[in-house]
């Protein structure tokens, strides 16, 4: 069946609204239960983005099929975080069924990442590429949850279900900080060997010949990099607009002497 001219237009007006950034504070409901409070968004390709700080500095891409849906952030930035039936989760954690037992997924890597000092965005990076965000993720080889821990490591991590999200991100934040300090915090080679194992690092001397690790490792530390170079360009930017009002402050002309005269002669 043929389409008529307006119904393409407004198809292709639908298309063009859909891929502009929205302004408005919100917050995305994923479809493994997250939630993500943003400020604005932007859809690109596949994928969307969400800004989490004000400044754009700081954001999260998620594959758009994952997004359930969009609500009105009502709650303050400040208080939003883990909650659960209008409490926090407890440290163990309990499954998240739905969005009204949803998950802030941007604090439980901040929780996590501040437990083990490691940059949150390198965390959220590394969820980036071993899940795309699904707590329900399984790989081939039976790696499992957010940060796609295999059940051994699990097990070592103290992790007893893989698929709680605070569990996993806690677990996989850990192993992260200890392959850090095993490789004396050689970026590269802790990837590598979360993704391939640290026999196969060491056996190689650095990243194995593995096309899958090398591009698991690349992927994550371009993903990060973006992160850094954004979040450094947005303070490049506040810094340089305080310097033009500086500047500016400067060059207004200071008043005629003449002027204050015949101001003081007004108020008497």
Known sequence: MRRSPSS????AIALTVLALPCFAAEVAVLRNGFTIRHERREVMGAVTRMYVSADGSSYVDVPTAEIEHFEVAEEPAAEAGLRASGSGLPASGAMIQ????????NAVIAEASGRYRLDPDLVNSV??????????????????????????????????????PEA??????????ELLERYNFDLVKALAAYNAGTRRVEQYGGVPPYHETRAYVRRIVLDFNKKKLAQKQAVAQKSSAKTNVATSAKKSPAPRADAKTNLARAAE
């Open 8 to 11: 393409r237009l407004f198809a």
């Open 98 to 105: 739905n969005a009204s037992r949803a998950a802030d997924l």
């Open 127 to 164: 969820i980036k590429a071993e899940s795309g965000f699904n707590v329900r993720a399984v790989s081939p080889k039976g790696a499992q949850g957010l940060m796609q821990l295999m059940p051994g490591t699990a097990s070592q991590l103290g992790v007893p279900n893989a698929f709680d």
């Open 168 to 177: 996993n991100v806690d677990g996989g934040a850990r192993y992260l900080r």
